[in-house]
């Protein structure tokens, strides 16, 4: 007999208790956000298409699409969540800077297990300076304590040690992990309060970047052995430039996010950027 399924591949329901995880661990992150002085934002869930096609460079592959009724242009359900802070940013009467905010909801991908899932992002725009880096990794590891997650690591990457690899090394050499002699100490990983990292030939902005981190980490008491670099981390995303991070704990990546003043500058405007985002999941 031919199973008769009434719901779609890639989405699910959530039950009571599950929901009561979900919700649990978004009211603890909000919490931490809000001593943080971010206020919450909300985005519709459809956008055109070109936005984030324009803003992330890259054609929409993995997105669900549908026509709009009147004027035909192409929809797209919410992909990613930055390009709509663009938009947002873009689109506001008034820029007063630094502007911290967060959000929630989902985003719709079909390259994923789950084509819908819940998460929660925050951003710091209009501070171009290590210490708005300092305050997201601050935060993103307030809420993990907040959560009662303890078994995690931070990997810490810059976009310029990254492009410094590759233009020695070639990009296959650096995103297989291509052991060789050359090339062996930069696919290794560095405690930041170690001095490894330093005895490395990388960008001098990389290591002065790196040292002013590891500062403002041990200000916030958060320098500890969990904290990595690593030179050959690539980039999540294309846009990402300077500092950017990725969390790692038990069931795999939890957050991911960094600096990217280059989403702005696509569009003639020189405003900084830096943000996480994580997924909310209720296992």
Known sequence: MAENRLLPYGVKDYYPQEVERLNSILSEAQRELTLWGYREIKFPTLEYKKLFENTLGES?????????????????????????????????????????????????????????????????????????????LAIVTGILKRLGIKEYTLVVGHRLAYESLVERFGK?????????????????????????????????????????????????????ENILFSPSLKPEREY????????IGKSGTLAVGGR??????????????????GRASCR
């Open 60 to 136: 929409l592959k993995d997105g669900f699409l549908l026509k709009e009724c009147e004027k035909g242009e192409i929809l797209a359900l919410r992909y990613d969540f930055t390009p709509q802070i663009v938009r947002f940013v873009l689109h506001s009467k008034e820029r007063i800077f630094p502007l911290r905010v967060y959000y929630k909801g989902e985003t719709f991908r079909s390259d994923r297990q789950l084509w819908e899932e819940v998460e929660l992002g925050f951003e710091l725009v209009g501070a171009d300076t290590v210490e708005a880096d300092a305050e997201i």
């Open 172 to 224: 296959p050499a650096v995103d297989k992990k291509r052991f060789s002699p050359p090339l062996k100490d930069f696919l290794k990983t560095y405690p930041l309060t170690g001095e490894g990292w330093r005895s490395l030939s990388l960008p001098r902005r990389v290591k002065g970047e790196l040292s002013a981190l590891l500062g403002l980490l041990k200000t916030y008491q958060l320098a500890e």
């Open 240 to 247: 990402h430039s300077g500092l950017y991070f990725r969390v």
């Open 260 to 277: 990217y003043n280059r989403l702005f500058e696509r569009f003639g405007e020189n405003i900084p950027a830096v943000g996480e985002i």
